[in-house]
């Protein structure tokens, strides 16, 4: 489009194979668009390149089919690297496939059969080498079918004992091979599963505490699934934030409370788009801001390629109201009034001490704050300005 909303290779944009190389697929219809192969993989790496993106993510079998001979695997990589080279393309992100074959239908890492289980780490060991020898520094984990329909079939907590198992078989399985990459756990409150274990944030913040290499271990948010159980994203983040194990991220739109739609990046809760982005610029977090999301089902290729501008170029426009946030005087003068400061009473309960603690039960009383209790706090007035902020009406 020519402006300056336009991607850069210094946006850190990045897109999965299974993005733009969805067929438009659902339960109830058929493909729209062509299965991606390994030639068109190639021309999406150059359009990619050209609108600005910075890389590209996969599972093992986005690249390599399931069944793929030792030497097919090898050329099908040689080909892909080349690729790469060409478009100037990186892979900062791998994961692996764990939920699309029928060996994996009730579970890959809580399986009730130890040969699941196995294969399911024979599968991520060779997934994990092939992320490795294309330059990926973050692995992802979505335990897309770690979970169940019938709760009599599986003891729950034996079920998290095997995930934590096969989670730190992996971990050792890098450190032995010298792999400089970090796990990114993913969590899902359900689908395709009817419930999947460890279904939030911060039910997954509180599983790596468990393992035995938790700073090895981290997390990957994505929008739509906390938006599916109701949930605010940017709080999400912010939690993983907070405690350094933000890793990865997946950006893309979504109605609350519905299936997995995986829109458009700021398609749906503009308003929630927008504080995820302050959150990140703000934070100035240095991770890749990669977008899960698929085009609708009504596209062809061109309507693809329009999808991925788009997801590239809203992030580009939230961040460009970030910086008006951060600069209007009438918004910043609302906030320096809400929050208010108080160097006394924040040292005081920074750190426990016996004085500390004397001081905010005997000295500090109602008296103090119960002209507090029917003061405005001119919220209304705040939200307002960030909705014409958004919606393109302030000075």
Same mark, same amino acid.
């Given at each position: 489009?020519? %402006?300056?909303?336009?991607?850069?290779?210094?946006?850190?944009?990045?897109?999965?194979?299974?993005?733009?190389?969805?067929?438009?697929?659902?339960?109830?219809?058929?493909?729209?668009?062509?299965?991606?192969?390994?030639?068109?993989?190639?021309?999406?790496?150059?359009?990619?390149?050209?609108?600005?993106? +910075?890389?590209?993510?996969?599972?093992?079998?986005?690249?390599?089919?399931?069944?793929?001979?030792?030497?097919?695997?090898?050329?099908?990589?040689?080909?892909?690297?080349?690729?790469?080279?060409?478009?100037?393309?990186?892979?900062?992100?791998?994961?692996? @496939?764990?939920?699309?074959?029928?060996?994996?239908? %009730?579970?890959?890492?809580?399986?009730?059969?130890?040969?699941?289980?196995?294969?399911?780490?024979?599968?991520?060991?060779?997934?994990?080498?092939?992320?490795?020898?294309?330059?990926?520094?973050?692995?992802?984990?979505?335990?897309?079918?770690?979970?169940?329909?019938?709760?009599?079939?599986?003891?729950?907590?034996?079920?998290?004992?095997?995930?934590?198992?096969?989670?730190?078989?992996?971990?050792? +399985?890098?450190?032995?091979?010298? +792999?400089?990459?970090?796990?990114?756990?993913?969590?899902?409150? @359900?689908?395709?599963?009817?419930?999947?274990?460890?279904?939030?944030?911060?039910?997954?913040?509180?599983?790596? +505490?468990?393992?035995?290499?938790?700073?090895?271990?981290?997390?990957?948010?994505?929008?739509?699934?906390?938006?599916?159980?109701?949930?605010?994203?940017?709080?999400?983040?912010?939690?993983?934030?907070?405690?350094?194990?933000?890793?990865?991220?997946? $950006?893309?739109?979504?109605?609350?409370?519905?299936?997995?739609?995986?829109?458009?990046?700021?398609?749906?809760?503009?308003?929630?788009?927008?504080?995820?982005?302050? $959150?990140?610029?703000?934070?100035?977090?240095?991770?890749?801001?990669?977008?899960?999301?698929?085009?609708?089902?009504?596209?062809?290729?061109?309507?693809?390629?329009?999808?991925?501008?788009?997801?590239?170029?809203?992030?580009?426009? $939230?961040?460009?109201?970030?910086?008006?946030? @951060?600069?209007?005087?009438?918004?910043?003068?609302?906030?320096?009034?809400?929050?208010?400061?108080?160097?006394?009473?924040?040292?005081?309960?920074?750190?426990?001490?016996?004085? @500390?603690?004397?001081?905010?039960?005997?000295?500090?009383?109602?008296?103090?704050?119960?002209?507090?209790?029917?003061?405005?706090?001119?919220?209304?007035?705040?939200?307002?300005?960030?909705?014409?902020?958004?919606?393109?009406?302030?000075?």
């Amino acid at each position: 489009m020519g %402006d300056r909303f336009d991607p850069v290779k210094e946006d850190r944009f990045t897109f999965g194979l299974w993005t733009f190389g969805n067929p438009g697929r659902d339960p109830f219809g058929e493909p729209v668009r062509p299965a991606p192969n390994l030639d068109s993989i190639k021309r999406w790496l150059e359009v990619l390149s050209e609108l600005g993106a +910075y890389g590209v993510n996969l599972h093992d079998n986005d690249l390599v089919p399931f069944d793929a001979t030792p030497a097919q695997r090898d050329e099908i990589v040689r080909e892909f690297k080349k690729a790469l080279d060409a478009t100037g393309m990186k892979v900062p992100m791998a994961t692996t @496939n764990l939920f699309t074959h029928p060996i994996f239908k %009730d579970g890959a890492f809580t399986s009730n059969d130890p040969r699941v289980r196995a294969f399911a780490l024979h599968k991520t060991m060779r997934a994990i080498d092939l992320g490795v020898e294309l330059g990926a520094e973050v692995y992802v984990f979505w335990g897309g079918r770690e979970g169940t329909e019938v709760d009599a079939s599986k003891d729950p907590v034996t079920a998290i004992k095997r995930y934590r198992e096969c989670i730190n078989f992996l971990c050792e +399985y890098c450190a032995d091979n010298g +792999y400089n990459i970090k796990f990114a756990l993913e969590a899902k409150p @359900n689908e395709p599963r009817g419930d999947i274990f460890l279904p939030t944030t911060g039910a997954m913040l509180a599983f790596i +505490y468990t393992l035995d290499r938790p700073d090895m271990v981290g997390l990957n948010p994505e929008v739509a699934h906390e938006h599916m159980a109701g949930l605010n994203f940017a709080h999400a983040v912010a939690q993983a934030l907070e405690a350094g194990k933000l890793f990865h991220i997946d $950006l893309n739109g979504q109605k609350f409370c519905r299936f997995d739609q995986d829109l458009r990046f700021g398609s749906e809760d503009l308003k929630g788009a927008f504080f995820l982005v302050k $959150l990140l610029e703000d934070y100035q977090w240095p991770g890749m801001r990669h977008f899960d999301a698929h085009a609708y089902r009504t596209e062809d290729i061109d309507g693809v390629r329009d999808f991925c501008l788009g997801c590239m170029r809203t992030y580009k426009i $939230l961040k460009e109201k970030v910086r008006q946030f @951060n600069e209007d005087p009438e918004i910043q003068g609302l906030l320096k009034e809400i929050q208010v400061s108080d160097e006394r009473l924040e040292a005081c309960m920074s750190r426990y001490s016996e004085d @500390n603690a004397a001081f905010l039960k005997n000295e500090f009383t109602y008296d103090q704050v119960k002209d507090l209790a029917y003061k405005g706090l001119k919220y209304e007035k705040l939200d307002q300005l960030v909705v014409e902020l958004l919606l393109g009406v302030r000075p």
